[in-house]
């Protein structure tokens, strides 16, 4: 295996690199002063633009192009750095917040300055509270030291971030339910357009981006665009954070250029299943990605095009590894629970159809499922898709289903026939 390039986990080792004196000892913030005292906010736009930086958040939407949406002449502007991670599998931004929360913020400071915005919130899931603590701990070293607050760095540019704690709802992390739940109303997500950048938190032009993506950020400023295009493929350039979960030898999070194989992050990587366990299925990007199958996996590489190739997607990074003593039947009963407790309810598609997957599915695992039950899945999920409510939790929930009944429908017309588990 080749050695793959580290970006936003190439300091973690470090001992202490959470305090600031360690952070800049390892070259912490010269990004940002450099962006701040040598160039324009519109040529960060420019460059981050030309590095191909796609959002880390689950759509992979350009970063450079997101920013370049906002109003230039706005008076007022947010941006939203979105650390809600509810999407189960996936465990990579408390991994940043937790350990070297200086370059989340770093990157909320270069972020800050391309689009000329004073005041920025970090949105964090309301469980990770070593996530908080560490990142106050950092704004408070940051302020003491200027490197927040008024004129920073001695520039003229001023900057105030604060922590915000969500209260653990999956639907928070969907940008416009993060904005309504931090204007303290019920975290529903809103019709869109208008869209955020230019009408969001508050009513003002808000960008929101992922942890990941922002921390990526000062590694671009110092390495130039040109470096981070070197890395990944031509159409996802860069690394992502992977986390591994399952039945692995070692699970965990990794960094990994984008376009690595799937099979070589589960068997060398991941050191393979544990005891005498075959892989069945793989679900690749957290837990709304359509699952791949066994076969799949092995010729399967981690970027967006190849994914989406497929039918699936990279979203989040969370690959959860499915081994052979798993019913498919008994796992998609969980992950349509997940779905209905998670809906917020505003649309009838997905408030009706994942109440409604979810008891199709358990009456084909408890025994009562009928043969009609098989197209009823694919109807109702199909009827979930494609745009037809606010947000895309709709769409999410309807994948799993969808490819579950299509992918493993020998184990679902099993459960039918026979009235158990083939396991
Ligand atoms: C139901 C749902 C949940 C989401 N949860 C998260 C989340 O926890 N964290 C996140 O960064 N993005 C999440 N997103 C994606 C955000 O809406 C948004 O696209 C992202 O924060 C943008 O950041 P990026 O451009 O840096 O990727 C979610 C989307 C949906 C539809
Ligand atoms: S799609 Fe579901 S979660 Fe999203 S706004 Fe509609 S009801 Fe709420």
Redesign the pocket.
Known sequence: MTPTPKIVFQNLHIPNIKKLAVYREHGGYTAAQKVLKETKPEDIITLVKNSGLRGRGGAGFGTGMKWSFVPKDAPLKYLLCNADEGEPGTFKDRILMEQIPHSTLEGMIIACYAIQCPRAYIYVRGEYTESIEALEAAIQECTKNNFLGKNIFGTPFSLDIHVFKGAGAY?CG?ETGLVTSMEGAKG??KVKPPFPAISGFNKKPTVINNVETLAVLPWIILNGADNYKKIGTEKSPGTKLFCLSGPVKNPGTYELPLGFPLKDLIYDIGGGLTGNLKLKAVIPGGLSAPVLTAEETMTMTMDFESLAKVGSMLGSGGVIVIANDQCMVDLLSVITYFYKHE?????TP??EGTGWMKKVVDSILHQRGRAEDIPLLQDISTNMMGGR???A??DAAAMPVKSFVTKFKQEFEYHIKNKRCHL
């Open positions: 639907i969907e529903q997500p809906s917020c309810g505003q649309c997905c408030r409510t606010i947000c939790l709709s």
